[in-house]
Every structure is written in C-alpha cells, then in structure tokens.
C-alpha cells in the first residue's frame, strides 16, 4: 500500500497514444488479462504481470481493490527464475566429479568438462522454471486516468522498462519518462515557444579551473541539466525568500532544504559532498566557508544539489529530488495527495 500511506520512491510517466478517459470496465478487464501468471516465462528468465496492491500473491484484480476514484493503484509483480551462480558451480562440479567416477580417471578431457557444465546448467534451468530458485518482487504503481499519468514506486531503470513494456502490453499506449528534458518540452510547447530550448545552454556564473576543457558536444541536444538548475533556482528563491516561494496562482509555498543536501561538481573535479543535518544549505560546507567564489559556484550551477525538501502549503509534502531523474520520494495521506505533491 505504499501510495495509500508511508513514504514512497516514484518515478513518473506520461501517457502517450489511446487510452480510456476513465476508470471503465474496459480499462478492468485489460489489466485482468495481463494478471501475473497468465504470461509465460520470458527469454530472460523473468515473468511479470499485474497483481492487487496487497501482497505478492493478490492475483485477483476486482474493481473495488484497485479502483479510487480516477486512480488505478495496483503493483507490478516480477519475478526471476533463475539459479544462483553458486548452484551452478556447485553443479557443475557434481557432475564433474560422476564423470570422473564412471571412468575411473582423475582428469576429464574437455569434452567430458563441457559436457559437465551442460548437464549442470540444464539441470539448474529445470529446476529454476519449476520455481526452486524464484524470488519475487513487486512495485508499486499509481495510474491518475484523468491526468494521463503514472506514478511507480521505485527510481530503478530495470523496474522502469518493464513497467513500459507491460503497461504497452496491456492497453496499447506508450509511456514517456517525464525527465526534465521532457517535461521542459511540453511546458514550452504549452507556452507557445516549442523551439525555445533549441539554444538553450547551462547558466554557469563561474569560470571553469584552470586547465578544465569540456567534452566534445558539450550539452548539445541535451537539456537535462534544467532539473539540476530548477533545484539551484529553488535554493536560492528559498534562500532569498527565507522560504516561501510565489505559485503562478498567486498562492505561496514554504519550501526548506532539510536533513539532507547532495553537491556534485559540474566540472568533475572534486566529487561529491552530502551534508547530512536539519536546513543544511545555511551550513558553512554548503556555502564554501565563507569563500566568495566557492560560494557562487554552489548556489549558481557549478555543484548541482540535490537534497530533500520539505513544502508547506495545506498540506505538508516531504520530497527527495535529484535533478536528471523523474523521481520523487514524499510523505502523502491519499493517492490524490501523490499528484499533488509531485
């Protein structure tokens, strides 16, 4: 029940192509035809499908456990059928030590060693696809019908994927990772200035160190570096403000950098510094100790933050943002409090 209640880790995805405007039975039945079990193993030795938000073994997908509202909450079940590398060792050396038995010799040819291994991993697999070495896993997943959106509770690429492939699977739309690149094209798009980002470079205030050269291409073609500057911008408009920052619906939200802070050079030359404390940006470590130059650099875009975040508004929203990734990790009480946090 992670999106009911607790912390949870997502990351989020757009909708793309023909889907239901609404939680209809059309949209019930096409998640119950891809229920975990009814696909077979696939060719990476993996099975997933869609299960309740329960638990790993809610296979029955009723409308009642799944439906609030215009949100879909269920999870996504993967499961991996294969042997562990020490198994197959163990094995192969079984099989090894037979072959050596049966013919009375104390070293095998190479063909009695391949032929070893074969057997070995043959028998691994079998047993495998019967279920001995299965381990399950199981993901949350958010789908907001209305808004065209879905939230996943976990900010790995390999759960991502799968996510993609199933949710194609099952209802014939596409899923677009909302990166910052991506979500910057559709508020351009939105704003009538689709070619905006065509020149778009990274706003550094500070000169390279001596000897720095950047890599062919630079950031051409690539904008992702807007979520590391949005979350300088949101330290020094929170930091200027002393916390409230102005929506664009005139209402004003609270926002603090708290517990924890994350600095990685733009430059690739000192690593990355985590300050761990309560509002860590007013630390000297964050601000360079005083040094002028050290100072400017962290708060314009030559170390790029990440942290966790803390927004007051009616509602109180705890967020662990890192720019490049379309992830956010945040206390909610509803699944409707999810969209809005995020």
């Known amino acids: 029940m992670a999106f009911a209640s607790g912390a949870v880790t997502c990351r989020r995805f757009a909708i793309t192509g023909p889907f239901p405007e609404s939680c209809d039975d059309a949209l019930l039945r096409a998640l119950q035809n891809r229920t975990f079990g009814r696909a077979p193993v696939q060719s990476d030795d993996t099975q997933m499908g869609w299960i309740g938000p ?3 073994f809610e296979t029955d997908l009723a409308a009642e456990r799944l439906i609030y509202g215009d949100y879909v909450h269920l999870a996504l079940r993967v499961d991996t059928l294969r042997a562990p590398a020490g198994v197959v060792r163990a094995y192969v050396q079984l099989e090894e030590e037979a072959l050596r038995t049966a013919s009375g010799r104390p070293y095998l040819s190479k063909g009695e060693q391949r032929q070893a291994r074969l057997t070995a991993r043959e028998r691994a697999t079998q047993e495998a696809h019967n279920g001995d070495f299965r381990r399950m896993r ?3 997943v958010l789908i907001d019908v209305a808004h065209r959106m879905v939230y996943l509770g976990t900010s790995g690429n390999s759960a ?3 996510l993609m492939a199933l949710f194609g699977d099952t209802c014939g739309a596409s899923l677009q990772p909302l990166t910052p690149e991506e979500l910057a094209t559709r508020y351009a798009q939105r704003a009538g200035r689709a070619r905006a980002l065509e020149g778009v470079t990274p706003g550094v205030l500070v000169e390279p160190p001596q000897g720095y050269e950047e890599s062919a291409g630079g950031f051409r073609g690539d904008v992702n570096f807007l979520g590391k500057e949005f979350l300088t911008w949101l330290w020094a408009q929170a930091d200027a403000n002393d916390g409230p920052v102005q929506l664009r619906s005139g209402d004003d939200v609270t926002v603090l950098f708290d517990k924890l802070l994350r600095m990685k050079c733009d430059f690739g030359l000192t690593g990355v510094d985590t300050i761990a404390a309560d509002q860590p940006t007013t630390l000297p470590e ?14 314009t875009g030559a170390r790029q933050p990440s942290g966790r975040v803390r927004a007051d508004a009616d509602e109180r929203y705890l967020c662990h943002l890192r720019p ?10 509803s699944a409707r409090a999810v969209r809005a946090a995020v």
């Open 324 to 333: 490049g990734v379309a992830g956010r990790r945040g206390r909610t009480r």
């Open 286 to 299: 964050a601000r360079g100790a005083g040094d002028r130059e050290a100072t400017r650099a962290c708060r």
């Open 160 to 162: 991502a994927d799968r």
């Open 138 to 140: 199981s993901y949350p």
């Open 54 to 56: 329960g638990h790993l």
